[in-house]
């Protein structure tokens, strides 16, 4: 369902095919959000905020799309010219970021920004 996207502004990449086959797998009114929030970072980049984007710090930026059956994240990050990496999306099961899910997402971010 989701290629990598290419606009006038922004290219969205998957860290790996798995990222993006998770985020296919999201329950149908997360993903339809999800879809809204990447057409608005395509369109505004690092301009785009709460409720949709929130910095966590050190270049690490999350997706924050909900549905009716949940909230979904997806941690992102900015690499070399306007190219968005989304490193890893997970279903929210707990008001906090598990901290597994953190590490996952910043080592990602390294190997990505790293080439």
């Not at 709460?50 to 999350?62: D, F, I, K, Q, V």
């Not at 099961?93 to 910043?106: F, G, Y």
Request: hydrophobic letters at 40%; charged letters at 25%.
């Amino acid at each position: 369902m989701f290629a990598n996207i290419i606009t006038m502004n922004y290219t969205i990449e998957y860290f790996h095919p798995r990222v993006k086959t998770e985020i296919e797998q999201w329950p149908d009114g997360i993903l339809a959000d999800y879809a809204k929030i990447v057409e608005l970072l395509l369109e505004f980049g690092p301009n785009l905020r709460m409720p949709h984007s929130r910095a966590l710090g050190s270049g690490l930026l999350e997706l924050r799309p909900k549905g009716r059956e949940g909230i979904g994240r997806a941690f992102y990050c900015y690499v070399t010219g306007k190219r968005v990496v989304i490193l890893h999306a997970f279903i929210k099961k707990t008001q906090d970021i598990p901290e597994q899910e953190l590490r996952i997402a910043r080592k990602r971010m390294k190997e990505a920004q790293n080439g």
